[in-house]
């Protein structure tokens, strides 16, 4: 199974799987240009392949994810104003690493810094 990525100005708005008989040649290998015109002609639009594993475009699309055309990657929506783009992942991350210990922390905007979680 194949999954492809329904773009709206960039901006993923639906992620479909597709047989693989439906995105393969009269050989039987699989081409993204076959999947994406089979999307395209069953529910129109613009469409990029996607997958779980991150082998295709970094990250596996989402609804809201953007496509990033030059770094040809899912991105995903930034979670806080202050993390910043890994660009070898295409993934947000954190201005200060998160500690590592048996304790559990979330992520506080207004000191960006990681806080600890009570239990």
């Known amino acids: 199974m194949a999954h492809f990525a329904q773009l709206e100005n960039n ?8 047989s693989n008989e439906d995105t393969a040649d009269e050989n039987g290998v699989e081409n993204e240009e076959i999947g994406i015109a089979f999307c ?3 529910l129109g639009g613009t469409w990029k392949q996607t997958s779980y594993n991150g082998n295709i475009r970094k ?11 030059g770094r040809d990657a899912f991105i995903a929506p930034k ?3 202050s993390w910043l783009l890994d660009e ?3 993934q947000w ?3 200060v690493a998160m500690p590592i210990d048996d304790k559990r922390y979330s992520w506080d905007e207004e000191t960006t810094s990681w ?3 009570a239990e």
């Open 40 to 42: 395209s002609n069953l």
């Open 59 to 69: 990250n596996y699309a989402g609804v809201g994810y953007t496509y990033d055309e």
């Open 115 to 117: 806080v600890e979680v």
């Open 11 to 18: 901006i993923v708005k639906q992620v479909i799987v597709v």
């Open 93 to 95: 991350k954190a201005p």
């Open 88 to 90: 070898t992942k295409a």
């Open 79 to 81: 979670p806080y104003n």
